[in-house]
């Protein structure tokens, strides 16, 4: 049976893709499958805490007792994040959220016979950075990172950059790590600069891993 230790807290998980439209036909995303994202909702739930989901687009049925909130685009996850962080203890984001957007998606579908466009892609916005400017005190903030180079240097810089507690880092060059597969292989990276290599797992068990080691800041009292 499961360590109920997650009892009367509520924890934010996000998950899967973005898609930024090019036209209504077409979108700009990536390989995440949401895998990783689902498995802590589930492993979060199954510890007692209260479970908001915020997915983008995957083939995965919402988990049981969980509360669920499909999106697409990262304006909308943005959205749904910002109205549900206020009361959570913890946000987890292990979505992949797009880092780019076409600037002007048409309104129409793009024509072949207009010959091959030229796409402007603008930033979306940083919905962690945004969390970790609003975050409460007592809140955890952890952050995903799916690199393929200069892992620890990055993670380091963006803990402080983004005011996070705990960067989840995903080498997604290794076979059994990252996107679309059922296992991973990750580094934690915590804000004081430990760092902890974990062996490959069944993203389930990654799941628990992180939720073992949720880096819960002391919040200081009022004095009564
Ligand atoms: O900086 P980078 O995109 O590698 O950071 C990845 C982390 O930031 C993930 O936790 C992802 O969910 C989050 N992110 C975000 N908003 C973005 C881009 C990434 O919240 N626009």
Same mark, same amino acid.
């Not at 962080?85 to 203890?89: E, I, Q, T, W």
């Not at 797009?98 to 076409?102: C, G, I, L, N, V």
């Not at 080498?171 to 597969?181: I, L, M, N, R, S």
């Given at each position: 049976a499961a360590r109920r230790d997650l009892e009367g807290r509520t924890v934010l998980v996000t998950a899967g893709p973005t898609r930024e439209p090019l036209d209504p036909i077409r979108f700009l995303s990536n390989r995440s499958s949401g895998k990783m994202g689902f498995a802590l909702a589930e492993a979060a739930r199954d510890r007692g805490a209260r479970v908001v989901l915020v997915t983008g687009p995957v083939h995965l049925p919402d988990p049981a007792g969980v509360q669920v909130i499909r999106v697409e685009t990262a304006a909308q996850m943005l959205e749904a994040v910002l109205r549900h962080? %206020? +009361? +959570? !203890?913890a946000v987890i984001k292990a979505a992949a959220v +797009? !880092?780019?957007? %076409?600037a002007r998606p048409a309104a129409h579908k793009i024509k072949k016979e207009a010959g091959a466009p030229v796409v402007e892609l603008e930033p979306t916005p940083d919905i962690l950075k945004e969390l970790g400017r609003r975050k409460a005190p007592g809140q955890v903030l952890v952050g995903f990172a799916a690199e393929t180079q200069d892992l620890l240097e990055n993670a380091n810089r963006k803990i402080r950059e983004k005011n996070l507690d705990l960067i989840v880092l995903n !080498?997604?060059?290794?076979?059994?790590?990252?996107?679309?597969?059922d296992t991973n292989i990750v580094t934690l990276v915590y804000r004081d600069g430990r760092h902890e290599a974990l062996p490959p797992m069944p993203k389930r068990q990654v799941a628990d891993a992180i939720l073992d080691r949720l880096p819960w800041p002391r919040v200081r009292r009022e004095a009564d």
């Open positions: 962080a %206020p +009361a +959570a !203890d +797009a !880092d780019f957007r %076409p !080498d997604v060059t290794q076979p059994g790590a990252g996107f679309e597969v």
